[in-house]
C-alpha cells in the first residue's frame, strides 16, 4: 500500500507570492491533517479535512487555507508569503476516528526568500 | 485545550545504555498518547500509541512506554540503545472524546546514541 505522498518536496518562494502544496493520502483514508515543522514553534496544527469538510482549524491566519477534492487528496495554499512561512509542511492521513493512527509523509520544505 | 510537555530537549546515552524520555501532558479532557520518531529530512513515524487498557504499551524497534494517569505522564522508554535510534521523538496527545484529526505535540526531545 503506497504511503503519504507530497508535492513537492522543495520549494522556494520570495515574499509576497503564494504557494500550493499538495498532499495524497493512503488509499481509503479520509482524513487528512497539515501541520507547520519550525524550529522555533515546533510542530503546529494548521487544519484537518474530512470528506472534502473542514472539521478542526488550528490558530493560523486566514493566509493559509486549504482544500479537500472527492478522492481524499489534499492541498494548502499560503498566499502573500512572509519570511516565517519558512517550514516543514507535513500532512498526515487517517481512517478519521479519534484513536486512529496518523500517517504523515515526508512533508514539503518550503523556504521563503 | 492540551499542551505537551516534553522534559529533555537533548538526551545523549551511549551505545546499548537504557534511555527513557519524559513526557508530561496537561489536558481537560481524556486524550489518546502518542510516541513518534523522525529521522532527518523524514516525516513521522508512529512508535506506539495509548487509546486504553493496559498502561505499559509496546511499540516498534523495543521501545515502550508507560502511561500514569496520576502523574499525567506518557514516558517512552527502550532498554538497549543501538547507533540507529539517534532521531527526534515527539509525545503528542488527541482529545479522545471527539474524532478530531488534531494532535498537540512536545517539543521534541533529541536523543542521540554515542559509540
Known amino acids: 500500500k503506497a504511503g503519504v505522498t507530497q508535492t513537492p518536496r522543495y520549494l522556494i518562494k520570495t515574499r509576497g507570492q503564494q504557494v500550493t502544496l499538495s498532499c495524497s493520502p493512503i488509499s481509503g483514508h479520509r482524513s487528512v491533517s497539515w501541520y507547520q515543522q519550525t524550529p522555533g514553534q515546533g510542530l503546529q496544527f494548521l487544519f484537518e479535512y474530512f470528506s472534502e469538510t473542514q472539521r478542526n482549524k488550528g490558530n493560523f491566519p486566514g493566509r493559509f487555507s486549504g482544500r479537500q477534492f472527492s478522492n481524499s487528496r489534499s492541498e494548502m495554499n499560503v498566499s502573500t508569503l512572509e519570511l516565517g512561512d519558512s517550514a516543514l509542511y507535513l500532512c498526515?492521513?487517517?481512517?478519521?476516528?479519534?484513536?486512529?493512527?496518523?500517517?504523515f509523509g515526508a512533508g514539503t520544505r518550503l523556504s521563503v526568500l | 485545550a492540551q499542551s505537551v510537555t516534553q522534559l529533555d530537549s537533548q538526551v545523549p546515552v551511549f551505545e546499548e545504555a537504557p534511555v527513557e524520555l519524559r513526557c508530561n501532558y496537561s489536558s481537560s479532557v481524556s486524550v489518546y498518547l502518542f510516541w513518534y520518531v523522525q529521522y532527518p529530512n523524514q516525516g513521522l513515524q508512529l512508535l506506539l500509541k495509548?487509546?486504553?487498557?493496559?498502561?505499559l504499551v509496546k511499540g516498534i524497534n523495543g521501545f515502550e512506554a508507560e502511561f500514569n494517569k496520576s502523574q499525567t505522564s506518557f514516558h517512552l522508554r527502550k532498554p538497549s540503545v543501538h547507533i540507529s535510534d539517534t532521531a527526534e521523538y515527539f509525545c503528542a496527545v488527541r482529545d479522545s472524546n471527539t474524532n478530531a484529526g488534531k494532535s498537540t505535540f512536545g517539543d521534541g526531545t533529541t536523543l542521540t546514541v554515542k559509540p
Open positions: 498526515a492521513s487517517s481512517l478519521g476516528g479519534g484513536g486512529n493512527i496518523q500517517y
Open positions: 495509548y487509546l486504553s487498557g493496559s498502561t
